[in-house]
């Protein structure tokens, strides 16, 4: 009987992708710094001189082109997960409603078309409030979508 489960050691020869949402900025940086701090502390190099960055960046204009960019990625087999980081708050309108399911369905999709974990880290909130509180110093998820993806990227390298 065979027990995969992923693991947060082994990673000095994964690499990964992160697609970056600009929409909503304020927060999406945050994410990303607590994205990146994550990696970092669990020996994935970012940016070091005696070794090559382990991850690559990817910059779109809001959370509704994050599939298809992600979906890029992940089929250029270079990368052992893909993290999308974006922000949608709601307003006013439906518009949050439409971006926040097609980017849900969109990166979904993406996981299943190429399998490449992707990792679902965009925020969906009512309020800037919301938002700040979950990009925050405190609790910041941008430190959870990197453990996500460290898990899923050393599972699925054990189920190969």
């Given at each position: 009987?065979?027990?995969?489960?992923?693991?947060?050691?082994?990673?000095?020869?994964l690499r990964f992708?992160?697609?970056?949402?600009?929409?909503?900025?304020?927060?999406?940086?945050?994410?990303?710094?607590?994205?990146?701090?994550?990696?970092?502390?669990?020996?994935?190099?970012?940016?070091?001189?005696?070794?090559?960055?382990?991850?690559?960046?990817?910059w779109v204009p809001?959370?509704?082109?994050?599939?298809?960019?992600?979906?890029?990625?992940?089929?250029?087999?270079?990368?052992?997960?893909?993290?999308?980081?974006?922000?949608?708050?709601?307003?006013?309108?439906?518009?949050?409603?439409?971006?926040?399911?097609?980017?849900?369905k969109g990166l979904?999709?993406?996981?299943?078309?190429?399998?490449?974990?992707?990792?679902?880290?965009?925020?969906?909130?009512?309020?800037?409030?919301?938002?700040?509180?979950?990009?925050?110093?405190?609790?910041?998820?941008?430190?959870?979508?990197?453990?996500?993806?460290?898990?899923?990227?050393?599972?699925?390298?054990?189920?190969?």
């Open positions: 009987m065979a027990h995969f489960e992923g693991n947060f050691t082994h990673t000095q020869d992708a992160i697609a970056v949402a600009r929409f909503n900025d304020a927060i999406v940086t945050r994410l990303l710094a607590g994205c990146q701090d994550a990696l970092k502390r669990h020996g994935v190099c970012l940016e070091d001189g005696d070794r090559p960055s382990q991850v690559d960046y990817a809001g959370s509704f082109e994050l599939p298809l960019v992600a979906r890029k990625l992940a089929a250029s087999a270079q990368y052992d997960a893909v993290i999308a980081l974006g922000a949608i708050i709601r307003g006013d309108t439906p518009h949050f409603d439409y971006v926040a399911a097609e980017a849900a979904a999709a993406v996981a299943l078309q190429t399998g490449v974990p992707v990792i679902f880290g965009v925020l969906t909130v009512d309020t800037m409030q919301q938002a700040f509180e979950r990009a925050g110093v405190k609790s910041n998820l941008g430190w959870s979508y990197a453990m996500n993806a460290l898990e899923m990227a050393t599972l699925m390298r054990q189920m190969r």
